[in-house]
């Protein structure tokens, strides 16, 4: 939800009027937010589907997502419990999201969240957005093949207690009876569909009183429905906000007290109706001057909330839109709160494969939105914690800490031990609870976040800040939230990491470490990976000394990267490496190797092209399947792109057939066989690429040959943005001597 003011009608602030109820059978009362499309037919069943699978599980809140008339999405058709507009950006539903409501209908399976750790584990995303600790349970709608979407509950929170089966089993049958009567209404002509705002349902029970003896409290006490509306005002919250009882009752509370509808308030309001743990925050009681606060204690129940308010002193550390309204959402705090959602940072670490780009993204997304300078990131190996990322302290200042033991007393430690963020609004209240502890030069505040990925410890995250602040509850949550974004992205980078190490090491393994030295063939390889990822691919070349004397030049291509692709590299070098040894003529190598890639991985992939070459005549056959054509760079220094008769890549057709094209090279003629990651750039034409290659062979000294591949790859190499890797294999014949 936007932290924006509200717009009128739209949002938890002024403008929000309530609907009048309609009355259902059973004393169940339905009212849209916004005028829903339902028959009454359907208004009747969601209500009643609402209120029981609510009542049914012991929760506090529940609701109903259908189908809509928008593809792929699913729209909250029916609300309990909670106030509708101060939940408005989980109304619409993509069932592309990472979220419990879209998994359960793609899966047709139920979704049991007994916890906030098990919802961080498998649905961070709706965490960072609700940072709350509740429980959820989620069940498909379904009748036969007809999936109708989502019915879904909230409850109190059981952390390391899984969901009861009796509850699972309540919250199927109810799904069941739901689904029973929306086959009824689509068997009568009643679209199931949901195109409107949800219908807001209530307990029948639900009251608004109070007992007499609160009159006699200091306090002011309010009592609010799970929908906002102030249905009890006690004679000291009169006098304190200046008003009478009547004209608050019946009114959501964000628009008979507008300034309790500032955006810096509104995950508090969500937290004490999402979760059963009280809240309490200070407030600034409109716009006069001087400033007046007030302290807000919010105490959530199952019927609604107990709202008590009282005079208070300005907090040592207050949002500067607070201190000074009308001034907007000044602050880098402010902004952070208010505009810096962690969903953001989400979609940005989505983009980050290695553990370095994962720092860098933090560091160009979560210090400028809280005004933070300072940025390290420790991660965990083998009981001790090495420092991986550094921004904005004193050079050397952090070396002292890197490698520490986990038995080692300091903040950034214990917040990863103990799985608790520490906060410290000045260096002074660092050194008093950590006393002797090194500081640098700077005075400012600290935060210390522990990085854990689905239960596992992966490191610790500091932030640091230049002067003295707070830290506001939405800060601290949000902060905790994003710490374990931050953690499955390092572990993400950290597995990649690894198997990018396994698939160079095979890589290496498989790529040949010197070529035949022949006295009539200069022959030079020469292999980059690509940048762009850092992973590696399948290209490969070879050079293999065949009977007669004859020498077999190869180059190939594996489509992908990673182990997988060089795995199967490694299966194509050895099978072409087999055929040659045979004797068989270059067709036989070509076809053999194609029906051997064919049986091994359908659906794999590989170009290649392979020409044998008798140094002693210059004559050589080549044959090419689906791979770039060769350059041939004759003595005067002609260069041309050879016209390789070719067929198609290597396991498209098992009986695929491969054409054979005679050449031949004179002594001082340099043949470059080459991989497509040398020609492509993303954008340009790949025979622009070729021309290119082909100018750089030309101006070439072909003596001695090194140089000459050094020269073609050498612009490719120094690309920082390469997405493909390259191979290049260089045969001169010389006519003598090596």
Same mark, same amino acid.
């Given at each position: ?47 009643? &589907? ?26 909250? /058709? ?353 050194? /008093? ?191 090419? /399947? ?39 090279? &004179? ?59 390259? &191979? ?11």
């Amino acid at each position: 939800m936007s932290r924006s003011a509200a717009p009128r009608g739209r949002g938890p602030g002024p403008g929000v009027r309530p609907r009048p109820p309609r009355a259902h059978p059973g004393g169940v009362t339905a009212r849209p937010d916004s005028g829903g499309p339902a028959s009454d037919a359907m208004a009747q069943v969601l209500a009643r &589907a609402t209120v029981g699978v609510v009542a049914a599980v012991g929760g506090y809140a529940g609701g109903v997502y259908l189908r809509c008339g928008q593809p792929g999405q699913l729209r909250m /058709a029916a609300l309990m419990g909670l106030p509708g507009p101060l939940f408005r950006p989980w109304w619409r539903m993509n069932l592309s999201r990472p979220y419990p409501v879209a998994e359960s209908y793609r899966t047709g399976q139920s979704v049991h969240l007994p916890d906030a750790e098990a919802a961080m584990r498998r649905f961070p995303q709706l965490m960072a957005g609700l940072p709350f600790p509740f429980a959820s349970m989620f069940e498909p709608v379904t009748s036969g093949a007809e999936r109708f979407g989502v019915m879904m509950a909230l409850r109190a929170a059981t952390p390391g207690v899984p969901v009861a089966p009796e509850d699972r089993e309540r919250m199927r049958r109810a799904a069941d009876r739901l689904a029973g009567e929306l086959a009824e209404l689509a068997a009568a002509g009643d679209p199931v569909l949901w195109d409107g705002d949800p219908l807001y349902t209530e307990r029948p029970d639900a009251s608004g009183g109070a007992l007499e003896a609160v009159e006699r409290l200091e306090q002011g006490l309010l009592s609010l429905d799970r929908q906002g509306r102030i249905g009890f005002v006690n004679a000291a919250a009169e006098r304190l906000l200046g008003t009478t009882g009547p004209e608050l009752r019946g009114r959501v509370l964000w628009e008979a007290l507008p300034w309790l509808g500032h955006p810096a308030y509104e995950d508090h309001f969500r937290a004490v109706f999402m979760s059963t743990e009280p809240v309490h925050f200070p407030a600034r009681r409109g716009r006069r001057t001087p400033a007046e606060w007030v302290s807000v204690d919010l105490y959530p129940g199952i019927d609604g909330v107990t709202m008590t308010i009282g005079a208070t002193d300005q907090p040592a550390y207050a949002p500067a839109s607070m201190a000074r309204p009308g001034g907007g959402l000044g602050s880098p705090a402010d902004r952070a709160s208010a505009l810096y959602r962690p969903v953001a940072l989400a979609i940005a670490l989505t983009e980050a494969v290695t553990a370095r780009q994962v720092s860098a993204v933090v560091t160009e997304e979560l210090l400028p939105a809280f005004g933070g300078r300072q940025l390290a990131i420790y991660l965990l190996n083998e009981r001790h914690l090495h420092l991986a990322w550094e921004t904005g302290f004193p050079q050397g200042f952090l070396d002292r800490f890197d490698g520490v033991g986990l038995d080692v007393r300091l903040p950034g430690v214990e917040t990863l031990t103990t799985g608790r963020p520490l906060f410290f609004e000045s260096m002074e209240h660092l050194a /008093a609870a950590y006393p002797g502890i090194p500081l640098d030069a700077h005075v400012g505040a600290r935060a210390f976040l522990p990085l854990i990925a689905s239960g596992r410890p992966v490191g610790s995250c500091i932030l640091g800040f230049d002067a003295p602040r707070g830290f506001s509850p939405e800060e601290r949550t949000v902060l905790t939230a994003l710490a374990g974004l931050i953690a499955q992205a390092l572990e993400r980078a950290r597995r990649y990491d690894s198997e990018a190490a396994l698939a160079r090491g095979l890589q290496s393994g498989l790529l040949p470490h010197r070529l035949p030295v022949h006295d009539q063939v200069d022959t030079v390889g020469r292999y980059l990976p690509g940048t762009q990822g850092m992973d590696v691919g399948g290209d490969w070349y070879d050079v293999v000394e065949t009977g007669g004397g004859r020498l077999a030049l190869v180059i190939g291509d594996v489509q992908g990267h990673g182990v997988a692709a060089a795995a199967t590299m490694g299966q194509l070098r050895s099978s072409v490496r087999a055929f040659a040894l045979t004797g068989s003529t270059p067709q036989q190598v070509m076809r053999g190797t194609n029906q051997l890639l064919s049986d091994l991985d359908p659906g794999q992939f590989a170009s290649c092209c392979y020409v044998v070459l008798d140094p002693a005549t210059g004559t050589a056959e080549a044959v090419r /399947a689906g791979h770039p054509q060769p350059l041939l760079r004759h003595p005067d220094g002609r260069t041309e792109v050879l016209d390789l008769a070719g067929g198609v890549v290597l396991g498209i057709d098992p009986e695929a057939e491969y054409p054979v094209t005679e050449l031949r090279l &004179a002594p001082g003629s340099v043949l470059a066989l080459y991989t497509d990651g040398l020609v492509e750039k993303p954008g340009i034409d790949i025979d622009v690429g070729v021309e290119r290659l082909r100018r750089l062979l030309a101006a070439a000294r072909p003596d001695p040959l090194t140089e000459t591949a050094d020269r073609l790859i050498s612009e490719a190499g120094n690309s920082a943005d390469r997405p493909d890797d390259i &191979a290049l294999l260089l045969a001169c014949r010389t006519g003598g001597a090596a």
